[in-house]
């Protein structure tokens, strides 16, 4: 990416990788398009070496691709340990049960229907290794619903959401009543206007080679 990186685009990026570096780490970011919301997250999340995704918004995606595409970070999150951020925009909302998934999964961890009853015990000893190893205690023999909670623990830890929403429009105030999690489970950084300094960076930079 072509970047320019000016003091207040520095102190939004700070702000990102603090977050996702949180264990249980989720943030929304809050300003209108072109503001460089993901931009600065791709780049936070390379910084702080985790995996990044994005789904890939086609015609036909809908709620079972996207529980399909949660299913595989929880994969990655959770047995696997590894850091993930998984960044969603609100022109990618195609519909609002998509945040109804994100609300229950960033107030619960969990998303009614994602994992199916039968693969709950598989997922669990999977995570037995991982969990003496946390724990450990060696030769410990825990139960399936304590392996699923530590699974679910391990997955807030290192799943972090960051939301990319712009204020514009009633939308955005009526997903606030709607889906409270969303916001009371995020840390809320406003993308206000770049300041003078900001624009004649950029301008500089692109019309330094003419």
């Known amino acids: 990416m072509n970047l320019v990186i000016f003091d207040d685009a520095l102190k939004h990026l700070l702000r990102i ?13 809050v300003g209108v398009g072109g503001s460089g919301k993901q931009s600065l ?12 995704f994005q789904i890939s918004l086609t015609k036909t995606y809908n709620d079972n691709n996207l529980k399909d595409d949660i299913k595989n970070l929880y994969t990655e999150a959770g047995p696997k340990g590894n850091s993930v951020t998984f960044i969603l925009t609100d022109s990618e909302v195609k519909s609002e049960s998509f945040l ?4 229950s999964m960033l107030a619960t961890g969990e998303i009614p229907g994602l994992i199916p009853k039968d693969e709950k015990d598989v997922v669990s000893l999977e995570c037995k290794n991982v969990y003496i190893k946390d724990t450990g205690i060696k030769g410990a023999d825990p139960t399936i619903p304590e392996l699923w909670t530590f699974f679910i623990n391990r997955v807030k830890d290192c799943l972090h959401m960051v939301l990319a929403f712009s204020p514009v429009g009633v939308k955005f105030r009526e997903r606030a009543q709607k889906f409270p999690a969303v916001f009371a489970s995020c840390s809320i950084d406003w993308f206000l206007p770049w300041p003078e300094e900001a624009l004649v960076s950029v301008s500089s930079k692109k ?4």
């Open 17 to 29: 990788c603090r977050i996702i570096n949180t264990p249980s780490g989720n943030i929304l970011l």
């Open 41 to 52: 997250t791709k780049l936070a999340s390379y910084t702080c070496k985790q995996i990044f």
């Open 100 to 103: 109804e998934a994100i609300n």
């Open 207 to 210: 019309m330094g080679g003419f």
